[in-house]
T-cell receptor
Framework: DQQVKQNSPSLSVQEGRISILNCDYT??????FLWYKKYPAEGPTFLIS?????DKNEDGRFTVFLNKSAKHLSLHIVPSQPGDSAVYFC?????????????FGAGTRLAVHP | DAGVIQSPRHEVTEMGQEVTLRCKPI?????LFWYRQTMMRGLELLIY????????DSGMPEDRFSAKMPNASFSTLKIQPSEPRDSAVYFC????????????????FGPGTRLTVT
């Protein structure tokens, strides 16, 4: 039972265009959402997050949108750059057993080509 | 500042052998997580330690898997006996869980150990 789903395993975008990565979740108790970025042979690194009380958070070229009624969040990268090529993991956090547990999606591989 | 350190980076072993993965969390962090990454299931949490005590091991697949944290700077994940379906990348992550239990504190990941069981 996957509580966090990234239905697109891969995405290809031209440099300079917008990249939109999507994520759906099933548990309405999630209170915090995050995106992690992962390059080959490295561990995931934190990119951007959003609290469930907000619907948008922006950090430079990266914006995360949250639609709680649809249980959907998305990551927008504008403009996309070749260095953005990586695997992006969506994650949701819920307080459980005394700590915040992260539930990850399967990831979306983004390729930004010139 | 050194990040989370994992060893070995790659491990190839035969089915039935014992495998031990090692992790050194960031100094000062009091929480440690072991994750497994597979193509089908993405990143799955296996076990979580806080102040060296296992808090949640509900993600450990079966009794063949065990994890220990003898002190604040070292943890091991052991698989005995290993099977081909254990082949995956195993990540260790750490953070400093603060005074507010329900607040999210960013997790920092190590580079991972790629395990191949033949």
């Amino acid at each position: 039972d996957q509580q966090v789903k990234q239905n697109s395993p891969s995405l290809s975008v031209q440099e300079g265009r917008i990249s939109i990565l999507n994520c759906d979740y099933t548990n309405s108790m999630f209170d915090y959402f995050l995106w992690y970025k992962k390059y080959p042979a490295e561990g995931p690194t934190f990119l951007i997050s959003i609290s469930s009380i907000k619907d948008k958070n922006e950090d430079g070229r990266f914006t995360v949108f949250l639609n709680k009624s649809a249980k959907h969040l998305s990551l927008h990268i504008v403009p996309s750059q070749p260095g953005d090529s990586a695997v992006y993991f969506c994650a949701a956090s819920k307080f459980s057993g005394g700590y915040n547990k992260l539930i990850f999606g399967a990831g979306t591989r983004l390729a930004v080509h010139p | 500042d050194a990040g989370v350190i994992q060893s070995p980076r790659h491990e190839v072993t035969e089915m039935g052998q014992e495998v031990t993965l090692r992790c050194k969390p960031i100094s000062g962090h009091n929480s440690l997580f072991w994750y497994r990454q597979t193509m089908m299931r993405g990143l799955e949490l296996l076990i979580y330690f806080n102040n060296n005590v296992p808090i949640d091991d509900s993600g450990m697949p079966e009794d063949r898997f065990s994890a220990k944290m003898p002190n604040a700077s070292f943890s091991t994940l052991k698989i005995q006996p290993s099977e081909p379906r254990d082949s995956a990348v195993y990540f260790c992550a750490s953070n400093r869980q603060g005074l507010v239990p329900s607040k999210y504190y960013e997790q920092y990941f190590g580079p991972g150990t790629r395990l191949t069981v033949t």
